[in-house]
């Protein structure tokens, strides 16, 4: 049976694109990273779904070929690995397109090599050594929290590291989920991929305020002020709240959605496919309100999470959970099973997806996706105060959701389409604070105490939202406008009360910020097609979020490889491939290749034509005690 070309490989089609490329590295030992869905060329799917739109497909109707992508590393005798990707033809089984990555780039993270780390620091000499110079009472089990190394010194040689933030786990209680974060150790063990060894193992300060960045300051007994704060119910002091009563949502009738071909979802006036894959987790494709174009493909693109922590070797503590994978390999790779711990309500349809593993088997994710009707409040109300009647509409809204866990953090995003044409797209944070060690009764500049001996840093999450629009097609602009005051004059504004509104079509691929002062909105258009009672061209509008921008310094490392925090919108000119703000390979990386920054470096048209919208925002996570359990 033939595939849609948006929906996700089937494990079939993973083994075949894994045999293509065992088959063409047949002397050599491959070891296998991702095998996902390569989407077709966006000319080829256009014409696909513009035949699907108008009912006129049939079984001779042209169709874009299956591809899929496949990301890996090969072992020769005598050399170093190398990363390689190719794209395999699905229907040929063959390659149609290989590539040697170049080394400057590092891929993503896997499981095994986290493992492999945790393993290196059991034989390592050094990592027991640093050890000894700890008192762990007994009792407590260490525990390695496995990172991504952050970018490299400019003094460093390019190699592939990783380093493993460490903790003390209380087992005394016998439970496995008691929170060993409340027992941070100022050790933090580096390991050459390459070797497999620990190479060194940082000793990070433990001081406070008055004390210098290079100090060395812990004790032998780094834990003992430190105290147990554990969330999992049965270790709660006094167990969780019991003064709650059931709140039920029922939908007795069903819901009112309809899925078919596992993808396509129809609700109310909204029709769209949701997709899959290991780096940017749900995606969103081919979006239609009322019979109308609005949205070719929506997908969170890149998150980075830089901490303030200047001390070393604290400044290399910054994630990009989609490109590196603060946890293996993606967002995607780390979504969780919904039905494990879901905190939507009512009917929930659940997809699963299909990851790989290092041998390139297929894997199932169970529920990895869940969609679900909610009520959000009021949509509209209006009460004609002459009849006492009153009218209300409620927000009803249709959700894809999903959730990645990243070490300590949890990510929750939704895409969010609701009865009025509206689109949201929302991201929580939750989790636990990732946090070190601070010496007894100190503060920081860097952080907040949160709980003895624990210090909870300074950070960010800046997210980064890809909107490929397609308004009525694909000849789109943007818009800029916002609303000016006028100064009181005799001609135009003689009362004062005058403001104008600006309107400035953007020409050139570029950047613009949010500027709450003058609402400035970004209005995405079809300057093709006119409104019949407003005369002003059909589109969507998105006030960008004031949420403050990257804090570290722009000559920074931090900065240089996360250019795309440094801006809330971005406007490019489409081309395939170009899916990550950040970039293809973010690991180790000192400045952001083949991002955002670099497609507007081109100075493309961006007129009427095929363009992509990126939309930055963010947090700035300054911790307060209430951020830890207690």
């Not at 070797?195 to 100090?215: F, H, M, S």
């Not at 953090?409 to 991201?427: H, N, Q």
């Not at 000016?484 to 005058?498: F, Q």
């Not at 300057?527 to 960008?544: D, E, L, M």
Request: with cysteine; charged share 25%.
């Amino acid at each position: 049976m033939y595939q849609h070309p948006l929906a996700i490989l089937s494990e079939g089609e993973i083994k075949i694109a894994r045999d293509a490329i065992l088959v063409l590295h047949r002397n050599d030992v491959v070891k296998f990273r991702e095998i996902y869905l390569q989407e077709p060329p966006k000319v080829q799917l256009k014409e696909y779904l513009a035949l699907e739109h108008s009912g006129r497909m049939t079984p001779t109707s042209p169709r874009p070929p299956r591809l899929a992508l496949c990301q890996y590393d090969v072992i020769r005798a005598g050399q170093i690995p190398s990363f390689e990707e190719s794209i395999i033809d699905i229907t040929l089984k063959r390659p149609i397109k290989h590539e040697i990555i170049d080394r400057r780039h590092h891929a993503s993270l896997t499981l095994s090599e986290f493992e492999a780390l945790l393993d290196s620091c059991k034989e390592s000499a050094l990592f027991h050594e640093a050890l000894s110079g700890l008192t762990i009472p007994a009792g407590f089990e260490v525990i390695i929290e496995p990172w991504p190394y952050g970018g490299l010194d400019l003094s460093e040689e390019n190699r592939r590291y990783f380093q493993g933030l460490c903790f003390a786990q209380d087992k005394r209680s016998g439970n496995p989920d008691a929170n060993f974060y409340s027992y941070p150790l100022p050790l933090i063990p580096v390991m050459d991929a390459l070797t497999g060894e620990v190479i060194r193992v940082d000793r990070p300060p433990t001081g406070g305020k008055c004390d210098g960045l290079q100090d060395q300051t812990f004790n032998h007994d780094i834990i003992g002020h430190c105290k147990p704060s554990d969330y999992v119910p049965e270790l709660i002091h006094q167990g969780p709240r019991k003064d709650l009563k059931p709140l039920n949502v029922v939908q007795p009738e069903g819901p009112s959605f309809k899925i078919t071909d596992n993808s396509l979802i129809e609700w109310q006036k909204w029709r769209f496919r949701v997709a899959f894959n290991p780096r940017e987790g749900a995606t969103i494709h081919d979006v239609y309100y009322d019979g109308r174009s609005i949205i070719h493909r929506l997908s969170i693109s890149e998150m980075t999470v830089p901490y303030a922590d200047p001390r070393a070797p604290f400044h290399r503590k910054q994630a990009f959970d989609f490109g590196d994978g603060a946890c293996p390999g993606g967002g995607g790779n780390q979504a969780n099973n919904l039905s494990l711990g879901c905190d939507c309500l009512g009917l929930i349809k659940y997809l699963d997806a299909i990851l790989t593993d290092e041998n390139g088997t297929a894997k199932r994710l169970p529920n990895a996706v869940c969609l679900h009707e909610q009520d959000n409040g009021i949509g509209w109300k209006h009460t004609n105060w002459r009849t006492n009647r009153a009218v209300v509409t409620r927000h009803r809204e249709f959700v894809v959701q999903f959730i990645i866990t990243l070490a300590n953090y949890e990510y929750i995003f939704a895409y969010k389409f609701d009865l009025s044409g509206a689109i949201t797209v929302e991201t929580r944070a939750t989790g636990i604070l990732n946090v070190v060690s601070i010496d007894a009764n100190k503060t920081s500049d860097y952080g907040n105490v949160v709980s003895g001996g624990v210090l909870a840093q300074n950070h960010q999450h800046i997210f980064a939202v890809r909107i490929d629009p397609a308004i009525d097609g694909d000849a789109n602009s943007v818009i800029v406008e916002e609303s000016h005051p006028v100064p009181m004059n005799e001609v135009t504004n003689p009362h004062g009360n005058y403001y104008k509104v600006t309107k400035n079509t953007l020409s050139q691929a570029g950047w613009v910020d949010a500027a709450p002062e003058l609402n400035r909105t970004i209005k995405i258009v079809n300057p093709r097609k006119i409104n019949a009672i407003s005369k002003n061209p059909v589109g969507y509008k998105f006030q960008p979020p004031a949420t403050q921008l990257l804090l570290a310094d722009p000559r920074s490392v931090q900065a240089q490889r996360a250019q795309f925090a440094q801006h809330h919108v971005w406007v490019t000119k489409h081309r395939d491939g170009e899916f990550y703000a950040g970039g293809r390979y973010t690991l180790q990386s000192q400045t952001e290749v083949d991002g955002v920054s670099d497609a507007v470096k081109r100075g493309d048209s961006i007129s009427e034509t095929d363009i992509v919208v990126w939309s930055t925002f963010g947090i700035t996570h300054n911790p307060r005690i209430e951020d830890w359990p207690s």
